[in-house]
């Protein structure tokens, strides 16, 4: 398979675990961002949220979603930068262009599709917004967009606050949007040779995971089934997490068949009765049925339960926390790596699924403006070009900065 290229205008989250997805697939990803201006700190703010790793400009939340890609500062405000980004589409072969800030930018930074597929012809070009481009002045922020698509709604206890997740699931479903979006459009494009637009609303997307509960609306459901429910599942009972002698445990029924045989073992013989012999039955009795649960794991220890319910084929786990995550057998073994310039390891969560042939060492996530001079190079531009580009802050090179 042809190794592609993609020009990212990324920041924060959602983009870049787009890209990293295409790093692992062995994909050739430059990282565009803008040179240094005003008063804040330049380039991607995440480069500066975390614990300093090696340098200012690499601290830890960055880490993870850029190994592997390069980095390259343009000024995208001015024409001058403008007209370098669609020499470098047609100079580096680009497959696919990406960006992640407000629509309305788009003209005023000479990204809009319009513009980059007339330079390129073929380009697939996909955008993450907030709303899509309907509501060009929409900001993308996951905890927003969990709060406005009902997310933080149906999560928490009953009787709690609504509560964010603990993991930035509205980034990362954007995310995985462009990278099968694009994947998709690249099958088109084989098929046609044309190129695409890809716009992914960070809303539209969070909504469409609203498949358990949005649909209910329209089928008389009650109140309770569309709000919170803690750890409960609002359909299959008894599904909720319960005490152990040492921690806890989480447990799904998801059948009577299995129920049938969760009473059958002698700890939890006392749970069962006639009336809870279907799950319309235990839906009536979910609260005793729930003391019942927590009365009788009280008494044994995890691994006891644990033991228990393997031998019975009950769904279950401990609540692991993420170094336990890190270390499960099924897992140890793909994890990514990197290496700090130091050469001490650093793991990095797994791909989604197996790659044929992929590598589990990335490189390092560059510097800010790290590669603009190779880029360049490498783009047919002279020194003498790019020097001058550098001086009129077209450019941000590091390298060149690095040696006055």
Same mark, same amino acid.
């Given at each position: 398979?042809?190794?592609?290229?993609?020009?990212?205008?990324?920041?924060?989250?959602?983009?870049?675990?787009?890209?990293?997805?295409?790093?692992?697939?062995?994909?050739?990803?430059?990282?565009? +961002?803008? /040179?240094?201006?005003? =008063? %804040?700190? &330049?380039?991607?703010?995440?480069?500066? @949220?975390?614990?300093?790793?090696?340098? *200012?400009?690499?601290?830890?939340?960055?880490?993870?979603?850029?190994?592997?890609?390069?980095?390259?500062?343009?000024?995208?405000?001015?024409?001058?930068?403008?007209?370098?980004?669609?020499?470098?589409?047609?100079?580096?072969?680009?497959?696919?262009?990406?960006?992640?800030?407000?629509?309305?930018?788009?003209?005023?930074?000479?990204?809009?599709?319009?513009?980059?597929?007339?330079?390129?012809?073929?380009?697939?070009?996909?955008?993450?917004s907030a709303m899509g481009p309907e509501y060009p002045d929409a900001p993308?922020?996951?905890?927003?967009?969990?709060?406005?698509?009902?997310?933080? +709604?149906? /999560?928490?206890?009953? =009787? %709690?606050? &609504?509560?964010?997740?603990?993991?930035? @699931?509205?980034?990362?479903?954007?995310? *995985?949007?462009?990278?099968?979006?694009?994947?998709?459009?690249?099958?088109?494009?084989?098929?046609?040779?044309?190129?695409?637009?890809?716009?992914?609303?960070?809303?539209?997307?969070?909504?469409?995971?609203?498949?358990?509960?949005?649909?209910?609306?329209?089928?008389?459901?009650?109140?309770?089934?569309?709000?919170?429910?803690?750890?409960?599942?609002?359909?299959?009972?008894?599904?909720?997490?319960?005490?152990?002698?040492?921690?806890?445990?989480?447990?799904?029924?998801?059948?009577?068949?299995?129920?049938?045989?969760?009473?059958?073992?002698?700890?939890?013989?006392?749970?069962?009765?006639?009336?809870?012999?279907?799950?319309?039955?235990?839906?009536?009795?979910?609260?005793? @049925?729930?003391?019942?649960?927590?009365?009788?794991?009280?008494?044994?220890?995890?691994?006891?339960?644990?033991?228990?319910?393997?031998?019975?084929?009950?769904?279950?786990?401990?609540?692991?926390?993420?170094?336990?995550?890190?270390?499960?057998?099924?897992?140890?073994?793909?994890?990514?790596?990197?290496?700090?310039?130091?050469?001490?390891?650093?793991?990095?969560?797994?791909?989604?699924?197996?790659?044929?042939?992929?590598?589990?060492?990335?490189?390092?996530?560059?510097?800010?403006?790290?590669?603009?001079?190779?880029?360049?190079?490498?783009?047919?531009?002279?020194?003498?070009?790019?020097?001058?580009?550098?001086?009129?802050?077209?450019?941000?090179?590091?390298?060149?900065?690095?040696?006055?």
């Amino acid at each position: 398979m042809k190794r592609r290229t993609v020009l990212s205008m990324e920041q924060a989250l959602s983009l870049p675990y787009a890209t990293l997805r295409f790093v692992q697939l062995g994909w050739r990803v430059i990282r565009i +961002e803008s /040179t240094p201006g005003g =008063d %804040g700190l &330049p380039g991607d703010p995440n480069r500066y @949220i975390g614990a300093r790793v090696v340098d *200012d400009d690499r601290r830890t939340y960055f880490i993870a979603p850029n190994v592997g890609k390069e980095a390259i500062a343009l000024n995208l405000k001015h024409a001058d930068g403008q007209a370098l980004l669609r020499r470098l589409l047609v100079a580096l072969d680009v497959d696919v262009f990406c960006c992640n800030t407000v629509p309305r930018r788009y003209g005023q930074l000479g990204i809009d599709y319009e513009t980059l597929a007339a330079a390129r012809p073929g380009l697939i070009w996909a955008g993450i917004s907030a709303m899509g481009p309907e509501y060009p002045d929409a900001p993308g922020y996951d905890p927003v967009i969990q709060a406005m698509a009902g997310y933080m +709604e149906l /999560t928490g206890p009953a =009787d %709690g606050p &609504p509560t964010v997740a603990g993991v930035p @699931i509205v980034d990362l479903k954007a995310g *995985d949007e462009v990278y099968a979006n694009v994947l998709r459009a690249l099958v088109e494009r084989a098929e046609s040779g044309r190129g695409s637009r890809i716009d992914v609303s960070m809303l539209q997307a969070a909504a469409s995971w609203l498949i358990t509960t949005l649909p209910l609306l329209d089928f008389d459901c009650r109140p309770d089934e569309v709000s919170r429910c803690g750890n409960e599942h609002r359909k299959f009972i008894p599904t909720n997490v319960y005490p152990t002698a040492d921690g806890f445990i989480y447990m799904a029924i998801g059948s009577d068949v299995q129920w049938k045989r969760l009473t059958e073992i002698p700890k939890f013989a006392a749970v069962g009765n006639a009336a809870r012999l279907t799950n319309e039955g235990r839906h009536r009795e979910r609260e005793a @049925i729930h003391r019942d649960m927590a009365a009788a794991t009280r008494r044994c220890t995890t691994a006891e339960i644990v033991d228990e319910f393997r031998r019975a084929t009950i769904p279950h786990a401990p609540i692991h926390d993420v170094a336990a995550v890190r270390a499960l057998p099924a897992i140890a073994g793909r994890l990514m790596r990197t290496h700090r310039p130091d050469g001490r390891e650093a793991r990095l969560p797994p791909p989604a699924v197996d790659l044929s042939g992929a590598t589990g060492e990335l490189r390092f996530p560059p510097r800010y403006g790290e590669h603009t001079g190779a880029v360049l190079r490498e783009a047919g531009l002279a020194a003498a070009e790019i020097d001058r580009l550098a001086q009129a802050g077209i450019v941000f090179d590091r390298e060149r900065a690095a040696h006055g």
